[in-house]
Each structure stands twice: as C-alpha cells, then as structure tokens.
Nanobody, 114 residues
C-alpha cells in the first residue's frame, strides 16, 4: 500500500517554471515505476513522464526537452521539473505508483497563463 501526496502546483506565466513533488509513504525501492500524469476536465488522463526503479525515464512527446522527472530515494520523493511552460500544459497533475497495483495521488493544479 502506497500513499502519494503531490505539491508544487500553482499559477505561472508563459515560459515560466515549476517543480512538482510527489512524496510516497514508503520506500520507492519497492515500487517498480513512478510517474506523472495530467488531466484537463472533460478529457482523458494522459501520461507525462515515468521513471523506473532502475532509473529509466519515459516522456510524452509534448514535454520532451522541457520536463525532467527525477527521484530522491532518501526522501521517498519523485520530482517533475517543468520549464518553458505553455498554456497547453495547464492541467491537474497526478502522481502515480505502479503499475500493479496502481496508486494515485490527489493531484495538484498547474495553470499557465498566456
């Protein structure tokens, strides 16, 4: 069982940066994959980035070169550094642990103004 708590969302201007944090309730060594997803109301939740226990990363094409996912195992925390933010990045961002079983955080709102 894993509980996930996201933080770091907020309002930022076009081209700005934010760093999201996801605190896990247990060591990430026991979790195969951590990731970030985002969702706009009325649309399906989509993958943003993932990182495996071995350190392999995966990014959606829309965020490649702008977002970076990383881990701090000592702090049981996964980060998403978001640079060069665009209005189309506006969404609720969810932390995920899995894949089986899968756990979700409550989400944190990111809003990018034009």
């Amino acid at each position: 069982q894993v509980q996930l708590v996201e933080s770091g969302g907020g309002l930022v201007q076009f081209g700005g940066s934010l760093r999201l944090s996801c605190l896990a309730s247990r060591s990430m060594f026991s979790i195969t994959r951590m990731g970030w997803y985002r969702q706009v109301q009325g649309k399906q939740r989509e993958l943003v980035a993932t990182i495996t226990s071995g350190g392999s990363t995966n990014y959606a094409d829309a965020v490649k070169g702008r977002f970076t996912i990383s881990r701090d195992n000592a702090k049981n925390t996964v980060y998403l550094q978001m640079n060069s933010l665009k209005p189309e990045d506006t969404a609720v961002y969810y932390c995920n642990a899995g894949p089986y079983p899968t756990y979700w955080g409550q989400g944190t709102q990111v809003t990018v103004s034009s």
